[in-house]
């Protein structure tokens, strides 16, 4: 989990993914949208009927005149006047929770109301749903509700409350399809269309995660995206420079054979010598548990869970203490992240304890606890890990970087400017004492951009590519800053597709150049980017998020082939 990865992307939110739709227009992505509702109404106090169960929220659930409007019969009385009349009973009779007796007035509502009138009879189908939705009669309330959208197909209650039917059943993508149209028709102001569709969107996307997780084929990260894993770890037992140099004293050939493949660039070959080795009889014991923590490693990078976690296991369960302490802290802190990919914070921070128990003074378990915390917003935490990580290891500049963000972090939270001048002070003198750190720029660009600095954030954007030429993730953090900044959609997917050729294996540059192909109209070409990053992702977390982006696009697809072109306002609006 380098920090080039995760503080600078993953820490403020969801900036990557959802912050573009704020940058480029009306979000018309479902979760775009959400994000959009939810930042627009921070603070907000909620009106008066908002509460979910109560009797006010019952009332708004159906259409038509108030109880007692049209009541007299009159021997004159037309048919669509007597419909009113049955209607206005039934509200009555919903609004006292006499669901049954409104059942049997909006039938005769039903029965009274001329079929050319179908604007109102979809109203009277949808009020009798909604009955039907009080007395938990789901297959009626799903059948009145496809009648009503039959007669009118752009009826938002109706699709909402067929939506959540609908996800009641299990039958999430039918569920989105109907809530994506409701969120779009009232441009992503409606509270109960916004929590649903966010709500069916992670349950889909889970969905989707984990059937294609039984079937994904590995796929090894890019050099670049190794290098820099790598990186993170200061007091590497096996592939540090220090212990490299002890290696060629102590090391067997097997484990040699290993480090010169990753040393050469090898990593493909890696698993396969390491598994060769461990199998030899006469192989010498700390040797192999070497050799199990490198090969856990490489299959955690892969994504191979269970292999990785049966290696890690392996050296930190050593009865006969044959890993040295530095292996076994270093295999716990590895599956330390790796519970956490594996969305178990909990078993995380125990292994993040036991490490601290076996070497209090390692600082490499302070700073990927740290960056944990950062990913959790523990920021007070996680300025607590980052100070203790760089008093034990001063001369890390990664770990530098760290802790100047998360104090901006706190100072940003507290909102004490006084403290966020301090945080930039800092950083600033990073520069000078690890000139050659492309994380100290990263993170500080990141800084400037949640500042609104935007021409400085892309300043220091370039700076950390030249100090990182090869590094494709800044390139796609500077295409999404040219959105914030000014809206250049042209400039933006410049950046991200040299990202992509720096680095075909980016799947944060997929992703979020598919994000930006959707909010140009350009649904086919997105789910086709949203597949690419797929293939690359390698937890279900990345998964499952990728997989709510792809749907929620083929869900604008399948609504605008259903209801129009001119339906879909917004999309194409941005060139």
């Not at 959208?149 to 009641?168: D, F, G």
């Not at 992240?337 to 995380?348: F, G, I, K, V, Y």
Request: hydrophobic share 40%.
């Amino acid at each position: 989990m380098p920090v080039a990865n995760s503080a600078a992307s993953a820490v403020s939110g969801s900036l990557p993914k959802w912050q573009l739709a704020l940058a480029v227009g009306a979000p018309v992505a479902l979760g775009l949208g959400y994000m959009y509702y939810k930042n627009s109404s921070q603070g907000k106090s909620k009106g008066p009927g908002k509460a979910n169960g109560t009797a006010t929220d019952k009332q708004i659930s159906i259409d038509g005149d108030s109880p007692g409007k049209n009541s007299r019969a009159d021997k004159l009385e037309t048919p669509a006047a007597r419909a009113q009349r049955y209607k206005a009973q039934g509200n009555q009779a919903f609004i006292a929770r006499k669901y049954d007796d409104a059942i049997l007035y909006y039938n005769k509502a039903i029965e009274a109301c001329p079929l050319e009138n179908k604007d109102e009879l979809a109203k009277i189908y949808q009020n009798r749903a909604a009955a039907y939705d009080a007395l938990e009669k789901f297959t009626a309330v799903k059948e009145d509700c496809t009648k009503a959208l039959e007669l009118n197909p752009k009826y938002t209650k109706a699709l909402i409350r067929r939506a959540k039917v609908l996800e009641k059943n299990n039958e999430l993508e039918l569920a989105l399809e109907d809530v994506t149209a409701a969120c779009i028709l009232e441009r992503f102001t409606n509270q109960s269309a916004l929590l649903t569709a966010d709500r069916v969107l992670k349950q889909l996307g889970k969905q989707h995660a984990q059937e294609l997780m039984t079937t994904k084929k590995p796929v090894m990260p890019s050099k670049h995206f190794i290098k820099t894993y790598f990186s993170s770890f200061r007091n590497d037992p096996v592939l540090s420079v220090e212990a490299i140099d002890s290696m060629d004293k102590y090391a067997g050939p097997g484990l040699t054979n290993a480090v010169e493949a990753f040393k050469g660039e090898k990593y493909d070959d890696i698993i396969s010598i390491c598994t060769a080795e461990i199998e030899k009889s006469d192989i010498d014991v700390p040797d192999k548990m070497k050799l199990l923590l490198l090969r856990g490693t490489f299959y955690l990078l892969l994504g191979q869970h269970e292999k990785a976690m049966d290696d890690l296991d392996a050296v930190i369960s050593d009865k006969n203490e044959s890993a040295s302490r530095e292996v076994r802290v270093n295999a716990l802190i590895k599956r330390a992240t790796m519970h956490m990919q594996l969305e178990n914070p909990s078993q995380c921070f125990k292994d993040f304890e036991r490490a601290l128990a076996t070497d209090p003074d390692c600082g490499d378990i302070y700073h990927h606890r740290g960056q944990v915390n950062l990913l959790l917003e523990n920021v007070n935490e996680a300025r607590e890990d980052s100070e203790k990580a760089l008093k034990l290891n001063p001369q890390f500049g990664i770990a530098y970087a760290q802790k100047c963000y998360t104090d901006y972090r706190h100072a940003a939270m507290s909102r004490m400017p006084s403290l966020v001048e301090s945080a930039m002070e800092n950083f600033e003198k990073s520069f000078e004492l690890f000139p050659d750190c492309c994380e100290c720029y990263t993170l500080y660009a990141q800084m400037l951009c949640d500042a609104q600095s935007y021409e400085r954030a892309d300043e220091y954007f370039a700076k950390a590519i030249d100090k990182d030429p090869k590094n494709a993730t800044i390139y796609v953090h500077r295409g999404l800053l040219q959105l914030q900044w000014c809206g250049n959609v042209v400039k933006a997917m410049e950046y991200i597709n040299k990202a992509l050729e720096l680095d075909d294996k980016c799947e944060f540059g997929y992703e979020t150049l598919g994000t930006i192909e959707v909010q140009r109209g350009n649904l086919k070409e997105a789910i086709k980017l949203f597949d690419k990053a797929l293939s690359l992702a390698r937890t279900g977390l990345e998964l499952t998020h990728i997989f709510s982006l792809q749907d929620a696009a083929k869900a604008q697809l399948k609504i605008g082939e259903r209801l129009g072109a001119d339906f879909m306002f917004g999309i194409s609006g941005m060139s």
